[in-house]
């Protein structure tokens, strides 16, 4: 970020005004005392005197009324000067404390955890520096192919601006510097701004790469003029919100990396891990319950060797979007290991999840039809306190629920046995689309294996 060089040391202001005084009040001392030694000399020479004196009055005269002239005139020089220089002055005040703004906000930007933290320190600068304009702030989403509204003020309540930014409807990304949006026939004007509006953007950019939108509106007839005297102020609020912007996503970033699988999205292990001992806590002190369901997909390795690590890695993604548009806000869904998937439901029942892993099988086999190919998963479910009271317990029980579901004919869903030896299994093809039913651990449905 170009920061802004402070302004010059100024005087005093106390001082300042001082020296205006004096020269105000010497000018008219000058005035007065020209027209009192005039007034002298007009005096003298109606007393009468003799021809030299006569010249020496003469000469006196014209150097009197000389200085006079040259007070009246400098006078009126003198007071615009000095309105000049308050004005001056004034500018100067003004610049420093715009420049301080700037550093403060700067400052508060590196305390910035998130984009609301940023969104406060912007709207709290900028309500000083960009006095009387409306602002909106846009910022890349995770996939960049849109901005998205993040903070936005002070618009015309029939004119705000709208939610998203495509970066190809916008001609400030696309030039990568400052575009006005003039009213009027031809102007050349952003796809995403209304037509009777009159806007300035500022692409944010940091570190080489454009991280987001400012977005700064005015209205009435002197619109553009406006907008024109505070571009520069709002080009450097935008450098200064630019690298906040630009630490905020390479935090998140970092974050993101450090929690969830790159390939799939889904949460990594070792954030199941933390998950499942705070979800376990909570159950116990709340009397509620926790389920776990273990998933791997059927003979993948077979899957990558006739298709290709491709399509295996398709098939991957495409389930794991398949889990999570199926499940619960308060659900965890992670990624436990090659093609083994862990699915963590907080204040679920043994019947609960098996009924949940039952919708997921029969979406997850729905993607054969795409991809050309037998696609289909086991599962695997246990629960706290149905199945288990112990948290070390409870993902091995569903891993050994998961394996009799293998060995039981793949495409099913199995749960661990309760502690009085029996165990719920879901039949898929019983009568009745969501039908369960508790079975010996003898009693096994197979279905056809179909891969």
Not at 128 to 154: I, M
Not at 257 to 274: H, S, W
Not at 404 to 413: D, E, I, S
Request: overall charge neutral.
């Amino acid at each position: 970020m170009n920061r802004a060089t402070p302004a010059p040391r100024e005087a005093p202001r106390e001082h300042r005004g001082t020296s205006d005084a004096q020269v105000f009040w010497t000018v008219m001392l000058v005035i007065v005392l020209s027209i009192v030694g005039i007034a002298l000399q007009l005096a003298e020479r109606l007393q009468g005197a003799s021809a030299y004196s006569d010249l020496v009055f003469w000469i006196q005269l014209v150097i009197g009324t000389m200085i006079l002239i040259g007070a009246i005139t400098a006078g009126p020089l003198a007071i615009r000067v000095m309105n000049q220089r308050r004005a001056a002055t004034a500018d100067a005040d003004n610049s420093r404390k715009q420049v301080e703004q700037l550093f403060q906000m700067t400052d508060m930007l590196q305390s910035s955890m998130d984009y609301a933290d940023a969104n406060a320190v912007l709207r709290a600068t900028a309500e000083h520096l960009l006095l009387g304009f409306g602002v909106a702030l846009y910022v890349f989403n995770n996939s960049r192919d849109r901005l998205d509204l993040s903070a936005a003020w002070n618009w015309p309540e029939d004119k705000l601006p709208p939610d998203t930014v495509a970066p190809s409807h916008c001609w400030a990304l696309k030039r990568g510097k400052l575009h006005t949006n003039r009213a009027g026939p031809g102007s050349l004007r952003c796809a995403h701004q209304d037509a009777n509006i009159v806007t300035t953007e500022i692409p944010m950019m940091a570190r080489g790469e454009v991280h987001g939108l400012l977005v700064v509106q005015a209205g009435g007839q002197d619109a553009e003029t406006r907008l024109d005297v505070a571009s520069h102020m709002a080009g450097a609020v935008a450098d200064a919100m630019s690298l906040a912007l630009s630490n905020i996503g390479l935090g998140e970033k970092l974050r993101t990396q450090a929690l969830r699988d790159p390939l799939t999205g889904l949460y990594n292990r070792r954030y199941m891990e933390d998950v499942l001992e705070r979800y376990v806590s909570l159950a116990q002190r709340t009397g509620s319950a926790v389920a776990a369901i273990m998933i791997d997909l059927d003979h993948f390795k077979r899957l990558n060797d006739e298709h290709g690590h491709a399509v295996g890695d398709a098939v991957l993604r495409e389930a794991a979007t398949a889990i999570v548009g199926a499940i619960r806000q308060c659900d965890v869904a992670c990624r436990y290991g090659g093609e083994e998937l862990v699915l963590l439901l907080p204040d679920s029942t043994l019947t609960d999840a098996v009924s949940k892993a039952e919708m997921i099988r029969i979406l997850i086999e729905k993607l054969s039809d795409v991809h050309g190919a037998r696609i289909s998963a086991s599962f695997g479910v246990a629960a706290i306190p149905e199945t288990t009271t112990q948290v070390s317990d409870l993902l091995g029980m569903a891993d050994a629920a998961l394996y009799k579901a293998k060995q039981g004919g793949r495409n099913r869903v199995n749960s661990a046995p309760r502690p009085s030896n029996s165990q719920e299994r879901y039949d898929p093809e019983s009568p009745g689309s969501d039908s369960r039913r508790l079975m010996a651990p003898s009693a096994v449905i197979r279905r056809k294996d179909v891969g």
